[in-house]
């Protein structure tokens, strides 16, 4: 069983840096891609970043590439989205995702995790 927790998120204000992370257990291969969405209220869930397990390759949404990093500790079974000079519409909930067959479509992926809420003020 795949499991995917996220955690670090938080109220920020706008211009700050916050770091979110996700434990990730049960993989039975190397070969899963990872990925961070959000969804805002009213909005779709909307791909964020993505890291391959293994190799570490990374691909970014145009809107948040420049702001925010994706990495991995494959030792760790960790990742983490670190987001600098956040702003008032990075407000969201952010969700960890991981699949065998993925890119950056939400029904690409196969599994969640529960949602850690990013709020920036202005």
């Known amino acids: 069983q795949v499991q995917l927790v996220e955690s670090g998120g938080g109220l920020v204000q706008a211009g700050g840096s916050l770091r979110l992370s996700c434990a990730a257990s049960?993989?039975?291969?190397?070969?899963?891609?990872m990925a961070w969405f959000r969804q805002a209220p009213g909005k779709e869930r909307d791909f964020v970043a993505g890291?391959?397990?293994?190799?570490?390759?990374?691909n970014y949404a145009d809107s948040v590439e420049g702001r925010f990093t994706i990495s991995r500790d494959y030792a760790k079974n960790t990742m983490w989205l670190d987001i600098r000079s956040l702003r008032p519409e990075d407000t969201a909930l952010y969700f960890c995702?991981?699949?065998?067959?993925?890119?950056?479509?939400?029904?690409?992926?196969?599994?969640w995790g529960q949602g850690t809420q990013v709020t920036v003020s202005s």
């Open positions: 890291i391959r397990w293994s190799g570490g390759n990374t």
């Open positions: 049960g993989f039975t291969s190397g070969d899963y891609h």
């Open positions: 995702a991981a699949g065998t067959d993925s890119w950056m479509y939400s029904r690409e992926y196969d599994y």
